[in-house]
């Protein structure tokens, strides 16, 4: 059996507990869809991944089904310890032609991506249902370089709001032209192998009996369980203010407070595994799942709870 600390996944940002389902599919998957169709297993509740064609791809689970997924070219893997996911470059030129151009696509409505600040991070093709996420350049749109692609339900806050901030019609067109002519991209996702070693930082974790192994997980545990007290009542603030004006001064400083205590939680959690993981073969009985099952639950909520709000707008 894997202990937690290495089977634990972090959840990913989604679109909202309901959705309907895009217009097109990557690799057989698409939003809606349900996840025993899925080309990679997924037996998680929530999130599952795998490496389709030689795209790493990310898929979040609602109900059986999958909610959104993401195609990471650049970033990290959402398991303890994490894991570098590494392409080659591929340019919003080339990421356009591979995914809204694709057969079977509609023609794309091009437009902003923006989080609830208004800066822009990438480009969302709204009649596709798709975001890319990139740092554009002025001059060079489609040679910017993208390092994920996400796939949302037609109903995602993002898609609406990139209708609003369409790209001016002779620069949409000359970038679709561009993704048109672009060199076709050869997917070669690589995943680095986790370090599981003990480290320095982790030498005031470890534990030399079964008796402190428990001692340092319950009092990391006691430290883990005010952070997530205190960012779950200032996620229910901060959802509450969304729904009125998010852009009044106290909800301005929820949102600020919520951004520190989640980080600060995220960080403090992070603790509980590396714990749990240097110490694993002081735990028998599966001890280490009993201390932790209640905030992996909490855990899950935490995460759940957050994802829902970025899909309202808010912005880590």
Not at 75 to 81: A, D, Q, R, S, Y
Not at 147 to 166: D, G
Not at 175 to 187: D, G, K, Q, V, W
Not at 260 to 271: A, D, L, T
């Amino acid at each position: 059996m894997r202990t937690y600390a290495l089977a634990l996944l972090c959840a990913s940002l989604v679109s909202g507990s309901t959705f309907s389902a895009a217009k097109v599919s990557f690799h057989g998957i698409s939003v809606g869809q349900s996840v025993s169709t899925l080309p990679f297993k997924c037996a998680d509740e929530f999130f599952c991944a795998g490496t389709v064609g030689g795209d790493y791809v990310r898929v979040s689970v609602t109900g059986s089904l999958v909610e959104m997924f993401d195609v990471i070219y650049e970033g990290k893997t959402l398991t303890v310890p994490e894991q570098s996911i590494t392409s080659p470059p591929i340019t919003l030129a080339q990421a356009l032609k591979l995914h809204s151009l694709q057969a079977g696509a509609s023609l794309p409505k091009l437009g902003f991506a923006k989080d609830n600040k208004r800066a822009i991070y990438g480009v969302a093709d709204a009649e596709n249902g798709i975001v890319y996420t990139t740092t554009l350049s002025s001059t060079q749109m489609g040679a910017s370089q993208v390092n994920e692609v996400i796939y949302l339900s037609s109903t995602a806050p993002v898609l609406k709001e990139s209708k609003h901030a369409l790209l001016k019609g002779n620069d949409a067109a000359s970038l679709l032209a561009e993704a048109r002519t672009a060199p076709s991209y050869t997917s070669a996702a690589t995943i680095s192998k986790p370090d599981v070693s003990t480290t320095p930082s982790d030498a005031n974790l470890v534990a030399t009996t079964k008796k402190e192994a428990v001692q340092i997980l319950s009092d990391q545990i006691d430290v883990v369980d005010g952070k997530a007290k205190m960012t779950l009542a200032l996620i229910e603030k901060v959802s509450i203010w969304y729904t009125v004006d998010k852009d009044h001064p106290q909800a301005v400083e929820a949102q600020e407070q919520l951004r520190k205590f989640y980080s600060e939680y995220q960080v403090e959690w992070r603790r509980v595994m590396d714990i749990a993981r240097v110490n694993e073969k002081l735990f028998l009985n599966h001890d280490e799942a009993l201390m932790l099952s209640d905030y992996l639950d909490r855990n899950t909520e935490i995460e759940r709870k957050m994802r829902s709000l970025v899909a309202m707008g808010f912005s880590l």
